[in-house]
């Protein structure tokens, strides 16, 4: 089936440290991949897509490329803020498929 | 600035009450969603719509029930509350067309089941 696996938290970094949460996923077919953002007592915004191999979604400085040949949509950003302190989720969605499957989310915290 | 809003943030109810979790989007979606989130193990899906009247069970439907009688609103139904149904629930839609569009979540609802 479907899945995203995504590395476990908690991850806690100091401000302005660079980061990276990795994402792996197995589908079939060649999915979309999403980052999605979930900062406290809020629901999920997205932070970033790639809808075909070698596409890099951007914003807000955070960066993921989708590697095909690795399976994998990993997310970083060079400089973090406290502001990023959030829970962090990777996400795909297979062609002719109407929902998205999530990975189980990892708990980011950003020190002064 | 599009929108999906669900009903409460928090509530609380009773084991063997009957609840219901409403939801709207304004972007004229097809594709409606009921997820649940729970500390480890990221959204489960519990029931999608694609159109209106027409549902679809997800990975957890067990305990619950959905209605959309129109395109913009989604209600899930917790027949008889149980407190392992307490948890947060997020709402989302989206386009049909899967290439190139994401869900839109709405805000959460917090459950709890006592």
């Known amino acids: 089936g479907n899945s995203v696996t995504q590395m476990e938290g908690p991850v806690t970094l100091s401000e302005e440290a660079f980061l990276t949460i990795n994402c792996t996923y197995t589908a079939t077919g060649y999915p979309s991949l999403f980052w999605y953002v979930q900062y406290p007592g809020e629901g999920l915004q997205l932070l970033l897509k790639a809808t075909k191999a070698d596409d890099k979604g951007s914003n807000k400085g955070f960066e993921a490329t989708y590697r095909k040949e690795t399976t994998s949509f990993h997310l970083e950003k060079g400089s973090v803020q406290v502001s990023d302190s959030a829970v962090y989720f990777c996400?795909?969605?297979?062609?002719?498929?109407?929902?998205?499957?999530f990975g189980q989310g990892t708990r980011l915290t950003i020190n002064p | 600035d599009v929108k999906v809003t669900q009903s409460s943030r928090y509530l609380v109810k009773r084991t063997g009450e009957k609840v219901f979790l409403e939801c709207v989007q304004d972007?004229?979606?097809?594709?409606m969603f009921w997820y649940r989130q729970d500390p480890g193990l990221g959204l489960r899906l519990i029931y999608f719509s694609y159109d209106v009247k027409m549902k679809e069970k997800g990975d957890i439907p067990e305990g619950y029930s959905v209605s959309r009688e129109k395109k913009e609103r989604f209600s899930l139904i917790l027949e008889s509350a149980s407190t392992n149904q307490t948890s947060m629930y997020l709402c989302a839609s989206s386009l049909v067309n899967w290439r190139n569009t994401e869900a839109f979540f709405g805000q959460g609802t917090r459950l709890t089941v006592v």
């Open positions: 972007m004229d979606h097809e594709n």
């Open positions: 996400a795909l969605r297979v062609q002719g498929a109407q929902k998205l499957v």
